[in-house]
């Protein structure tokens, strides 16, 4: 397998870069380069987004923290191995369509291990529970103690907790969607509020 490298496209506010090799943090950089084991922290007032050599993009909201787990491709094959472990974290993933059947793109929390296969996912999590909606394509949400797989198509969300299992696929709400798909890229960030927009009453995404 060949090494994968992820560069840091775009960041605002505090961000910190904890090294996989000598787990000591320093200020991250636009144009930084990570490799797997490296981690990723935003601060209260920071975003970022990092774009992988494969061209998937991952945005992070503040107070967010992920690990680049495996970063990985095939030689002559084009399938690659993207991991990834946070316990907490308001995440988007923009991945390009697989043209590989053996590509992995997972996201794996306390309660839940997201897989998806050329599509946009949006995760929450706090540790004790996740949420985690698809559009523009399919994904599947795995429960990490029972193994049981749940399938989620475009345009559903399912929500996880440490008492087990994977809830049954629900269909995002339009006001879900324009509440959980703003505040990415800080273009709204005069008011705090904006980088963590309420999530209307009811919503699994807040």
């Known amino acids: 397998d060949i090494p994968m490298e992820a560069s840091i496209t775009w960041l605002t506010g505090k961000v910190l870069v904890v090294s996989g090799q000598s787990a000591t943090a320093h200020e991250a950089k636009q144009g930084e380069t990570l490799n797997s084991m490296d981690k990723i922290e935003t601060e209260e007032d920071g975003l970022a987004e990092l774009t992988l050599g494969n ?3 991952i945005n992070l909201k503040p107070n967010s923290t992920l690990t680049l787990t495996q970063l990985t491709s095939e030689a002559g094959t084009g399938a690659y191995v993207n991991k990834f472990q946070t316990d907490r974290c308001k995440l988007r993933a923009i991945v390009e369509k697989m043209g590989n059947s053996r590509s992995t793109f997972e996201i794996a929390t306390p309660t839940a291990v997201a897989a998806v296969r050329g599509t946009i996912e949006y995760l929450f999590t706090d540790g ?3 949420d985690v909606a698809f559009f523009d394509g399919t994904g599947e949400v ?3 103690v029972s193994g ?4 989620v198509g475009d345009g559903e969300s399912v929500h996880s907790d440490r008492t087990g299992g994977v809830s049954d696929p629900t269909v995002v709400s339009d006001a ?3 509440s959980m798909n703003s505040g990415w890229d800080g273009s709204d960030q005069g008011d705090k509020q904006t980088h963590d927009p309420e999530r209307p009453e009811g919503s699994a995404f807040r």
Do not use: I, L
Not at 148 to 151: H, I
């Open 55 to 57: 061209g998937n993009v």
């Open 128 to 130: 004790d529970t996740t």
């Open 148 to 151: 049981k797989t749940t399938s």
């Open 142 to 144: 795995r429960d990490p």
């Open 176 to 178: 879900d969607y324009e």
